[in-house]
């Protein structure tokens, strides 16, 4: 079984769109995170929930609304698309301590034509 | 704030050569570290942590990395590099004491090319 599963893997799309991503975990991990990471390949958080509550918002723009239903899922959703957010999103997991080590997904690649 | 840098952002090697990836971390209190790979398409997986006393940690794939206080260094190492160890290889840091939430904070990132 897959750890942290995202989907879709790729998705293109055009400016101005709206998407989500989806993400779960079988970890009971606590703690979830949304990376990304850029063409350059630097990775930068964007997003943690602690049990459905928000605890890391990391200068996001408004478009980027992470939810999380629950505490085994988080999911991305971006509205207004535009260029400069193709990149690839990952999702994460952990016991939120920072001891513990984070469990990565496989990453979405967005790209916005 | 804390950062952390890699130095050289590609770094090749011949097959059966030493592996050497820097890393360095600014924090006034020395994090937690990490080391990650990611493969061409594929998402992160952890090489090895530093969360404790043992300054010198050995992790998968016969990697390991010694953590030096006084020169704030994580550098990641392997006696004999192998073509499968072409990767994408991550230093990042995480904070410690009460309130740290796990978030990571990465590197630059360094490409790993072993030439036959």
């Known amino acids: 079984d897959t750890a942290v599963s995202q989907t879709p893997k790729y998705l293109v799309t055009q400016m101005g769109n709206d998407k989500s991503i989806k993400c779960e975990q079988n970890?009971?991990?606590?703690?979830m995170y949304w990376y990304k990471q850029d063409s350059k390949k630097f990775l930068k958080i964007m997003f943690s929930?602690?049990?459905?509550?928000?605890?890391i918002n990391e200068t996001v723009p408004n478009r980027f609304s992470p939810k999380s239903p629950d505490k085994a899922h988080l999911n991305l959703h971006i509205n207004s698309l535009e260029l400069g957010d193709s990149a690839v999103y990952f999702c994460?997991?952990?016991?939120?301590?920072?001891?513990?080590?984070?469990?990565f997904g496989q990453g979405t690649r967005l790209t916005v034509v | 704030a804390q950062s952390v840098t890699q130095l050289g952002s590609h770094v090749s090697v011949s097959e059966g050569a030493l592996v050497l990836l820097r890393c360095n971390y600014s924090?006034?209190?020395?994090?937690?570290l990490f080391w990650y790979v990611q493969y061409p398409n594929q998402g992160l997986q952890l090489l090895l942590k530093?969360?404790?006393?043992?300054?010198l940690v050995k992790g998968i794939n016969g990697f390991e990395a010694e953590f030096k206080k006084s020169e704030t260094s994580f550098h990641l190492t392997k006696p004999s590099a192998h073509m499968s160890d072409a990767a994408e290889y991550f230093c990042?840091?995480?904070?410690?004491?009460?309130?740290?939430?796990?978030?990571?904070?990465f590197g630059q990132g360094t490409t790993l090319q072993v030439k036959p």
């Open positions: 924090s006034s209190v020395p994090p937690y």
């Open positions: 530093y969360t404790s006393a043992a300054t």
């Open positions: 970890l009971g991990h606590d703690t």
């Open positions: 990042a840091v995480s904070d410690r004491g009460s309130g740290n939430t796990g978030k990571l904070i």
């Open positions: 929930y602690n049990n459905k509550e928000l605890i």
């Open positions: 994460a997991s952990s016991e939120g301590d920072g001891r513990k080590v984070a469990f």
